[in-house]
């Protein structure tokens, strides 16, 4: 079983930036797929951003797009999402998971499409 542990999460002030990190166990890290999402109090889980596995294409929702970019080290293990111009309503519980069956070039969009997911970590953005 591969394990994530999210890092990053705080209070921060509209505009600002924070920079979330994912560790993941393991000796295969590199042959997920990485994805985060996000997920705020009576709403359904929702994609955010996904990586392939050698990071050579990433891909983020609309809503956050020019301001979240996602980006892997694969001799750390370790995704990040890097969080600029915050907006209250990013205000949500952020979890990374990992996808074992995509293809080499795939940033899945969809829930079923991970196997692992990390704890969540919160961002809280006020106005």
């Known amino acids: 079983q591969v394990q994530l542990v999210e890092f990053g999460g705080g209070l921060v002030q509209a505009g600002n930036s924070l920079r979330l990190s994912c560790a993941a166990s393991?000796?295969?890290?590199?042959?997920?797929?990485m994805g985060w999402f996000r997920q705020a109090p009576g709403k359904e889980r929702e994609f955010v951003a996904a990586?392939?596995?050698?990071?050579?294409?990433?891909d983020v929702t609309d809503s956050v797009k020019g301001r979240f970019t996602i980006s892997r080290d694969n001799s750390k293990n370790t995704v990040y999402l890097q969080m600029n111009s915050l907006k209250p309503e990013d205000t949500a519980v952020y979890y990374c998971?990992?996808?074992?069956?995509?293809?080499?070039?795939?940033?899945?969009?969809?829930?079923?499409?991970?196997?692992?997911w990390g704890q969540g970590t919160q961002v809280t953005v006020s106005s």
């Open positions: 998971a990992a996808s074992m069956g995509s293809m080499g070039w795939a940033t899945p969009k969809e829930r079923r499409r991970y196997d692992y």
């Open positions: 393991g000796r295969t890290f590199s042959t997920y797929a």
């Open positions: 990586i392939s596995r050698s990071g050579g294409n990433t």
